[in-house]
Every structure is written in C-alpha cells, then in structure tokens.
C-alpha cells in the first residue's frame, strides 16, 4: 500500500513539474503559468516521460505517462478535483490502483 503512495507522488511531482515545463526544447518561462490547452503534448527534457491534456467524460484531464511499451508501466489522469494512478495491462487497457481526491481521501485499488 505505502509503494502505490510514493508512486502517486512521484507522478504528481513529474505533473507539477509539466506544468512548468512549455515542451521539448522550449525556453524557460519567465514566471507565468503555463496554459495547456486539450490536445496540447509536453515532454521531460532527458526523461521518456510525456503528457497530453485529454477530453474524457465531459472534463479535461492531464494524462502522464511514459514513451515506449506501456504494458506493466504506469501512469496518471490529473484533474482540478481527482487524481488517479493506473497500471496498464496493454497499451489500450490500464486499471485504476490508486484513486484520490484533491484535499480529500484516497483508496488504493487491488
């Protein structure tokens, strides 16, 4: 249980970090927020790691995950309200492990 907590805030550090970061090879903001609009990709300079905001479900959501095979890796969906840490077990179907609420609770799924 206490692995799936650290892997949740290592994914919510890798988002946070996103946000500050244009894409690839872009230059450094100069102090604004970054807006990321549905469709829009950024990428960790020197780390297989990327995110794409997403549509789903009436919301917009962060979606973190890694470049390369996604079968056995995990990754995140990120709103203003929830977070959720999912397994894939294809590169089409992931299951939910961890599910939170922001400044609320959390459940780890088994």
């Not at 890796?73 to 299951?95: D, I």
Request: glycine residues 16%.
């Amino acid at each position: 249980m206490r692995a799936f907590g650290l892997i949740a805030l290592l994914f919510v550090g890798v988002g946070v970090h996103l946000w500050s970061v244009r894409s690839a090879g872009a230059e450094p903001s100069q102090g604004g927020p970054i807006v990321l609009q549905v469709g829009d990709v950024v990428q960790v300079s020197g780390a297989p790691v990327g995110c794409k905001v997403i549509a789903r479900n009436g919301g917009e959501f962060l979606d973190c995950r890694i470049s390369g095979p996604l079968a056995g890796s995990y990754g995140t969906l990120m709103t203003g309200k929830r977070l959720q840490v999912v397994r894939f077990r294809n590169a089409r179907v992931a299951k939910v492990v961890f599910d939170a609420t922001q400044h609320g609770g959390f459940k780890v799924c088994h």
